[in-house]
C-alpha cells in the first residue's frame, strides 16, 4: 500500500514538473492519462476527466507496487537488495508502460524522443521502481 502511494505521488509530482517544465498544462496532463482509456475525446473533457486521469494513475501505481510485492515474497532477495532491484524495476516499469501498455491505449501517441526517454527512465529509477522496493523493504525484508 505505501509503495503505491509513494510511488503514484512522487511519479505524477515529477511529470507535473518535467512536463510543466516544457509548457505543458497540469490539467491537460491528466486529461492525456485518462486518454488511456478513453481516446482523445478525454482532452475536451474538464475536471471530471482530470480526476479520473489522476485515478488511473494511482491504480497503475498501486499496480506496479503489487507485482513486485507478489514477486519479492517469493524472491525474498529482492527487497533485501531494495537498492538495486528498486531502480533496476523503475526501468522495467518504464518500459512496459511505454512499449507494451501506451502503444495498446487509446492514449495520444507522440514521435520518439531520446531526451524525454532519459528523462522518463530517471524518474522511474528514482519515482517509481525506488520507493516501490524501498517499502517492499520495510514491511517484507527478513
Known sequence: MWGGLICGTLDITAALIVYGHFGLKPLRLLKGIAAGVMGASAL?????????????HFVIAYGAASVFVMVATQAKFLARQWLLWGPLYGIAVYF????LVVPLSGAIKYPFSLRMMIIGIVIHMVCVGSPIAGAAHRFLAD
Open 44 to 56: 475536451a473533457g474538464g475536471g471530471a476527466v482530470a480526476a479520473l486521469g489522476l485515478l488511473i
Open 96 to 99: 512496459f508502460m511505454n512499449r
